[in-house]
Every structure is written in C-alpha cells, then in structure tokens.
Nanobody
Framework: QLQLVESGGGLVQPGGSLRLSCAASGSTLDYYAIGWFRQAPGKAREGISCISSRFHSTNYADSVKGRFTISRDNAKNTVVYLQMNSLKPEDTAVYYC????????????????????WGQGTQVTVSS
C-alpha cells in the first residue's frame, strides 16, 4: 500500500523560498502521476501542479506558474519535490501531495478526485 508523507513546510517571509518533499513508502513512484494541492482556510482544495509518470510532463496552475517547479528524484524514485520561489502571503495554505496510477497530467492538472493516495499535508505560512 502506497503511503505519502509531505515535509518541508514552515514559516517564510514574502519573497522567500521553500522546497516541499513528498516521500513514498510501500512502492516507488515511477508509475504514478503526482499532484500537489493546497488548501487555505475557508477555501476549496486547489490543484497547483502535477507531473506525469512516463514522460515527466508537468502542469501548473496560473497562480504558481513561473514560481513553482515540480520534479522527481530520479535516483531515489520515491520522492517528488515542489520548489516554491517568490512566495506570497496568498500562498499560505496546507500543501498536499497525491498519487495515482491512472491520473493523466498532460493537458491539465487532474482534479483531486482522480488521485487515490494522499499525504497528510504540510503547513506553509508566508508572512512578514
């Protein structure tokens, strides 16, 4: 059974950077599409990025495009990263990673219902 654990969240000043990790146990992530989502208080969960399994194609929400980068650790095959630069207060949220064998990260970010496996989330707070 695949299990996911996010880490790397914390408090950062506006303009700062953080790198989130999504670590898998129970399986490697080679064949899984991975998505990153976030949920701010009182708001719906938002898909912000995804990376496909086969060709490592990526997609980003407009709100993070040009600032966030998703990548796989090809050496470990059990970790996916989300590099977050130029952070803004509106990036404050709980960040989740999700995985699925069938989700298609090609044209758009798959919705939350398309992912079978979820981590517990990590808090990111952007504040001065």
């Amino acid at each position: 059974q695949l299990q996911l654990v996010e880490s790397g969240g914390g408090l950062v000043q506006p303009g700062g950077s953080l790198r989130l990790s999504c670590a898998a146990s129970g399986s490697t992530l080679d064949y899984y599409a991975i998505g990153w989502f976030r949920q701010a208080p009182g708001k719906a969960r938002e898909g912000i990025s995804c990376i496909s399994s086969r060709f490592h194609s990526t997609n980003y929400a407009d709100s993070v495009k040009g600032r966030f980068t998703i990548s796989r650790d090809n050496a470990k095959n059990t970790v996916v990263y989300l590099q977050m630069n130029s952070l803004k207060p509106e990036d404050t949220a709980v960040y989740y990673c999700a995985a699925d064998l069938g989700a298609m990260c090609v044209i758009k970010i798959p919705g939350a219902s398309e992912y079978a496996y979820w981590g517990q989330g990590t808090q990111v707070t952007v504040s001065s």
